[in-house]
């Protein structure tokens, strides 16, 4: 008999969904997610085309309960046990699959036995349908991560990913069981001077997109420096759920200078976690150069991201309305730059000229050139876009001279050089 009630989370769940390597199938893993989101829990949505050490570093950055992973291409007797080969000690990361009728009887037998939790089959979609399939799916994953953290904070000076993303856990699902360690944390971070930049706007502004082409430039230019990301999206309030999506957009996430945790608000009334502060001390004591915080969608008066941010940039379109609409904006008071993204739309340079008039009124700049106000049209769906590297070369400069000299001068010349040229 088919479940059609949804299952009822007991503890805070994490699952990464995604489609194999080589399969363009997204369908089948859209409609999934979409129903385990519905079912309260946190997805973290990787997409298509995703190799295995996707999935994998991805599993153990966001300290999830289990993978779900569509597969109708082939291979995937080999794609999923190399996937839990390479899980190794994370074996507490439950393995889901399903793939139609691409996968045959035996060989859904012969994964389980390997130690995937569970491959559906068209009979059990026939018997248990969708929603039955998805509360199977979630109760298997109903238990709790970070309730007996086993880590020191001299372990976490190590860098070790899997320490971090433990100890993000811990203080984000149980603070009240580490109240003294979150004390020690934000002891031990106060003197530490690794610059946090901030980066807010509107939803679909393509904040995530200029992150990775941020990400691209800086591992190039700064090839042993460690940079991490910390990624804000909203939770839903009737379900509790939330889709954190913002790693489909990162290209570059790969490098293993790069770590990323995605959080949910938790909250409706919010644009950040509760614990943005301690999960950024995290990565300061972890050893990181820069760390990037990457607020949810915002309306026009909130400018919480400053409060925790060394520096801030703020992401926006061409589209925000009529000219009076930028005397509503906060974060035209505190952004340090500011981003007008999707610069190919229409009206875009009308946009580009409105806004330096904004930040001329709010900021009483009245002698400078347009053209050296921090303000800058970007398409960072283009690649090597002219604009955006104009804007990235300002953020480097605005952090060696906000904060401490933490990235080479001889390399930050060359940048400059090329943002003149």
Same mark, same amino acid.
């Given at each position: 008999?088919?479940?059609?009630?949804?299952?009822? =989370?007991?503890?805070?769940?994490?699952?990464?969904?995604?489609?194999?390597?080589?399969?363009?199938?997204?369908?089948?893993?859209?409609?999934? &997610? &979409?129903?385990?989101?519905?079912?309260?829990?946190?997805?973290?949505?990787? *997409?298509?085309?995703?190799?295995?050490?996707?999935?994998?570093?991805?599993?153990?950055?966001?300290?999830?309960?289990?993978?779900?992973?569509?597969?109708?291409?082939?291979?995937?007797?080999?794609?999923?046990?190399?996937?839990?080969?390479?899980?190794?000690?994370?074996?507490? $990361?439950?393995?889901?699959?399903?793939?139609?009728?691409?996968?045959?009887?035996?060989?859904?037998?012969?994964?389980?036995?390997?130690?995937?939790?569970?491959?559906?089959?068209?009979?059990?979609?026939?018997?248990?349908?969708?929603?039955?399939?998805?509360?199977?799916?979630?109760?298997?994953?109903?238990?709790?991560?970070?309730?007996?953290?086993?880590?020191?904070?001299?372990?976490?000076?190590?860098?070790?990913?899997?320490?971090?993303?433990?100890? $993000?856990?811990? $203080?984000?699902?149980? =603070?009240?069981?580490?109240?003294?360690?979150?004390?020690?944390?934000?002891?031990?971070?106060?003197?530490?001077?690794?610059?946090?930049? *901030?980066?807010?706007?509107?939803?679909?502004?393509?904040?995530?997109?200029?992150?990775?082409?941020?990400?691209?430039?800086?591992?190039?230019?700064?090839?042993?420096?460690?940079?991490?990301?910390?990624?804000?999206? =909203?939770?839903?309030?009737?379900? *509790? *759920?939330?889709?954190?999506?913002?790693?489909?957009?990162?290209?570059?996430?790969?490098?293993?200078?790069?770590?990323?945790?995605?959080?949910?608000?938790?909250?409706?009334?919010?644009?950040?976690?509760?614990?943005?502060?301690?999960?950024?001390?995290?990565?300061?004591?972890?050893?990181?150069?820069?760390?990037?915080?990457?607020?949810?969608?915002?309306?026009?008066?909130?400018?919480?991201?400053?409060?925790?941010?060394?520096?801030?940039?703020?992401?926006?379109?061409?589209?925000?309305?009529?000219?009076?609409?930028?005397?509503?904006?906060?974060?035209?008071?505190?952004?340090?730059?500011?981003?007008?993204?999707?610069?190919?739309?229409?009206?875009?340079?009308?946009?580009?000229?409105?806004?330096?008039?904004?930040?001329?009124?709010?900021?009483?700049?009245?002698?400078?050139?347009?053209?050296?106000?921090?303000?800058?049209?970007?398409?960072?769906?283009?690649?090597?876009?002219?604009?955006?590297?104009?804007?990235?070369?300002?953020?480097?400069?605005?952090?060696?001279?906000?904060?401490?000299?933490?990235?080479?001068?001889?390399?930050?010349?060359?940048?400059?050089?090329?943002?003149?040229?």
């Amino acid at each position: 008999m088919q479940n059609t009630e949804a299952y009822i =989370p007991k503890n805070k769940i994490r699952i990464l969904t995604a489609a194999s390597l080589f399969d363009g199938h997204d369908a089948a893993i859209n409609i999934m &997610r &979409r129903l385990i989101q519905k079912t309260g829990v946190e997805v973290v949505h990787l *997409g298509h085309n995703r190799s295995a050490n996707d999935i994998v570093k991805a599993a153990i950055e966001e300290d999830v309960q289990g993978i779900a992973i569509t597969s109708y291409q082939g291979g995937h007797i080999e794609f999923f046990k190399y996937i839990y080969d390479l899980l190794e000690d994370k074996k507490h $990361i439950k393995i889901f699959g399903g793939g139609g009728g691409t996968i045959l009887p035996d060989e859904i037998t012969e994964l389980e036995n390997y130690g995937i939790a569970r491959i559906y089959s068209p009979d059990d979609g026939r018997k248990m349908g969708l929603q039955g399939m998805i509360n199977d799916l979630v109760e298997k994953c109903d238990y709790p991560i970070g309730d007996h953290l086993k880590f020191s904070l001299e372990d976490l000076e190590s860098g070790d990913r899997s320490v971090i993303s433990e100890f $993000i856990s811990a $203080i984000e699902n149980f =603070p009240e069981n580490y109240s003294n360690l979150i004390n020690e944390l934000n002891t031990k971070a106060s003197g530490n001077k690794t610059p946090i930049l *901030g980066i807010t706007g509107t939803g679909g502004a393509g904040k995530s997109s200029l992150v990775d082409e941020i990400l691209r430039r800086f591992t190039i230019d700064f090839p042993s420096k460690k940079i991490g990301i910390i990624s804000v999206d =909203p939770s839903r309030k009737k379900s *509790g *759920g939330a889709l954190l999506g913002d790693r489909i957009r990162m290209n570059f996430l790969t490098s293993e200078n790069v770590f990323m945790r995605s959080m949910a608000t938790r909250s409706s009334s919010m644009s950040l976690s509760k614990y943005i502060k301690e999960a950024s001390n995290i990565l300061k004591i972890a050893g990181f150069d820069l760390v990037i915080l990457e607020s949810s969608g915002i309306g026009q008066a909130d400018s919480e991201i400053v409060d925790y941010a060394d520096l801030s940039m703020y992401v926006m379109t061409p589209e925000y309305g009529a000219p009076t609409q930028l005397e509503k904006i906060d974060m035209l008071d505190f952004a340090d730059v500011i981003a007008i993204n999707k610069f190919d739309k229409r009206g875009a340079e009308d946009a580009l000229k409105y806004v330096r008039k904004q930040y001329r009124r709010n900021h009483n700049i009245w002698e400078n050139e347009d053209d050296t106000l921090p303000v800058f049209g970007t398409i960072a769906s283009q690649f090597n876009d002219f604009g955006t590297t104009e804007l990235y070369s300002n953020l480097i400069k605005i952090i060696n001279e906000k904060t401490i000299n933490v990235f080479d001068s001889h390399v930050m010349n060359l940048i400059v050089g090329e943002k003149i040229m």
